[in-house]
């Protein structure tokens, strides 16, 4: 499991999947079957673990995109070396002033990659029917996607902390009781 990665970098985008997995997707797929278990949803989100795995991946996979500085700063290494060597010799080297653009562009890589989750997480969210899973679901995913339309194409990712507004967030938690306004949200972001 994670301990697989104590002490090591990821190194390729499988890896990175799997580490995700192991952080963020085994929580999903445990909250699905304890959701259906519960008889808050139906039987199939229990079932549904490629779907529910996705979940968590996209939150994790936005959490260490945001995350780079402070990871870097602990010594930590989460951006798989398959993508950010496309754009620098090290890790460290992005953030650099001198690889501001080859960071902005391993960065860009890395959200594009992060994206992938997206159809699983319409899958998921629509198929919930309980109002209070729904809330719970729905306004993580939201502020995921809010922030990473924070950090694309954002070279303060690599100096500093992004993070969105509070009056955003805020925005975003009132508009998430529906899968149709998580909907709108996305499509606002993306």
């Known amino acids: 499991g994670m301990a ?24 999903g797929i445990g909250l699905s079957q304890l959701f259906a278990a519960s008889g808050l ?29 402070e990871d870097l700063h602990s010594d930590r290494q989460w951006y798989p070396r398959e993508i950010w060597s496309k754009y620098a010799p090290t890790l460290e080297d992005l953030s ?3 690889y501001r653009q080859q960071a902005v562009s391993c960065l860009n890589d890395l959200i594009t990659d992060a994206l992938a989750p997206i ?8 198929a919930l029917r309980s109002q ?4 719970f679901c729905v306004i993580p995913q ?14 303060r990712v690599f100096t ?5 507004r509070k009056s955003l967030a805020v925005q975003l938690m009132l508009q998430s009781s529906s899968f149709s306004n998580a909907v ?3 499509d606002r972001f993306l």
């Open 41 to 69: 949803e139906d039987a199939s989100i229990g079932r549904s673990v490629e779907v529910a795995n996705s979940m968590g991946l996209f939150l994790q996979k936005v959490n260490i995109i945001r995350d780079y500085l």
């Open 160 to 164: 500093g902390v992004v993070k969105i």
């Open 132 to 135: 209070t899973v729904i809330n």
């Open 4 to 27: 697989d990665f104590v002490g090591k970098s990821v190194e390729t985008v499988a890896d990175y999947n799997l580490y995700c997995h192991y952080v963020a997707g085994l929580v």
């Open 184 to 186: 709108g949200v996305f």
């Open 142 to 155: 939201v502020m995921a996607i809010a922030t990473l339309a924070e950090c694309y194409n954002n070279p």
């Open 119 to 126: 159809p699983h997480v319409f899958a998921y969210l629509g």
């Open 96 to 98: 650099k002033p001198e």
